[in-house]
């Protein structure tokens, strides 16, 4: 099955910097990678994702990057505010036609900015 | 509905009784997770549904969990014999399915067992 491995656990930035999360994942045949934002007390919501036919996504302050032959994806929020703050959740899941794997995440990131 | 619903909100049980987690997902959604979070923690993967395949188990931590998907749509997970290392928020998630699609998460069941 997919293993996920997330890091750091833990980032601090101050407002305004760059923060980096960036995770691995095991399974080559792995093709979609969302992630997931959880503010404190809420239920985690899609971000931003990207496939496997793509080497980069960007929405605005964020944007995802994919390498599949390193196996790795990363999260990257410019200029970060306050609102930024917030667990964060990759995961990797691979499109099959009927087999049972779904979504693996990783641990999370638990992303603090510094005012 | 407009999202996926769990029920209830928050659970207090004493130890060794059984509780049942309900979760509706969006309609038409055809792929269904339970994930457990413990209190700081990440998302402990339980168990998959999706469409009428089996079921991957293979997240549940022990016999005492388990896990039904009914017409596929609604699901109830049990815990038999509850545990205080039960306590959690229990997170139901449903996707279009099978996979590559967002998937839509509840708002979660606060177990707590005293």
């Known amino acids: 099955g997919e293993n996920v491995e997330q890091h750091p656990s833990t980032l601090s930035v101050q407002e305004g910097d760059s923060a980096v999360i960036k995770c691995t994942y095991s399974?080559?045949?792995?093709?979609?990678f969302p992630w997931y934002k959880q503010e404190l007390g809420k239920r985690p919501q899609l971000i931003i994702d990207?496939?496997?036919?793509?080497g980069e996504k960007k929405d605005q302050r964020i944007a995802v990057t994919l390498n599949k032959t390193a196996k790795h994806f990363s999260l990257h929020i410019t200029e970060t505010q306050p609102e930024d703050s917030a667990v964060y959740f990759c995961?990797?899941?691979?499109?099959?036609?009927?087999?049972?794997?779904?979504?693996?995440f990783g641990k999370g990131t638990h992303l603090i900015i510094q005012p | 509905g407009a999202g996926v619903s769990q029920s209830p909100s928050n659970k207090v049980t004493e130890k060794g009784k059984d509780v049942e987690l309900r979760c509706d997902p969006i309609?038409?959604?055809?792929?269904l997770y339970w994930y457990r979070q413990s209190l700081g923690q990440g998302l402990e993967f339980l168990i998959y549904?999706?469409?009428?395949?089996?079921?991957?188990k293979s997240g549940l931590p022990s016999d005492r969990f388990s896990a039904e998907r009914t017409g596929g749509s609604v699901s109830t997970l049990t815990i038999q014999r509850t545990q205080q290392e039960d306590s959690a928020v229990y997170l139901c998630a449903s996707s279009l399915g099978p996979l590559g699609a967002e998937a839509f998460f509840g708002q979660g069941t606060r177990l707590t067992v005293v």
């Open positions: 309609s038409g959604h055809t792929a």
């Open positions: 990207i496939r496997s036919n793509v």
């Open positions: 995961a990797a899941s691979i499109k099959s036609g009927g087999g049972a794997d779904g979504l693996t």
């Open positions: 549904f999706q469409g009428n395949s089996a079921p991957d």
């Open positions: 399974d080559s045949a792995s093709n979609y």
